[in-house]
């Protein structure tokens, strides 16, 4: 089992920066991905950005490309969401994901094994 925790959520205005972290704990998964998701009120929950553990290969949805990036210090288990530039519609709960499976980046929730339980982004106008 893997046990993620998101931290680093908040309210912040429309140009500023957050950073979103993911502890994980629980078994070896240095060939996994870990995935970045967020789910605004009413919508579908939607990939955000991943990264190998193993050799850092990174993805972005194309609404985020330039303005956030994803991360890890794979000493001390965490992933990284450095988000810059927010916009309103960036609102939603972040989630942190991990992907057991090896092969390509999946962005796709269903192929994801473990979750955190969310964290809360807010950007006002």
């Known amino acids: 089992q893997v046990q993620l925790v998101e931290s680093g959520g908040g309210l912040v205005q429309a140009g500023g920066s957050l950073r979103l972290s993911c502890a994980a704990s629980g078994r070896t998964f240095s060939t996994y991905t870990m995935g970045w998701f967020r789910q605004a009120p009413g919508k579908e929950r939607e990939f955000v950005a991943a990264?190998?553990?193993?050799?850092?290969?990174?993805s972005y949805e194309d609404s985020v490309m330039g303005r956030f990036t994803i991360s890890r210090d794979s000493a001390k288990k965490t992933v990284f969401l450095q988000m810059n530039s927010l916009k309103p519609e960036d609102t939603a709960v972040y989630y942190c994901?991990?992907?057991?499976?090896?092969?390509?980046?999946?962005?796709?929730?269903?192929?994801?094994?473990?979750w955190g339980q969310g964290t809360q982004v807010t950007v006002s106008s």
């Open positions: 990264i190998r553990w193993s050799g850092g290969r990174t």
């Open positions: 994901a991990a992907d057991s499976t090896l092969g390509a980046i999946a962005t796709i929730p269903r192929a994801y094994d473990y």
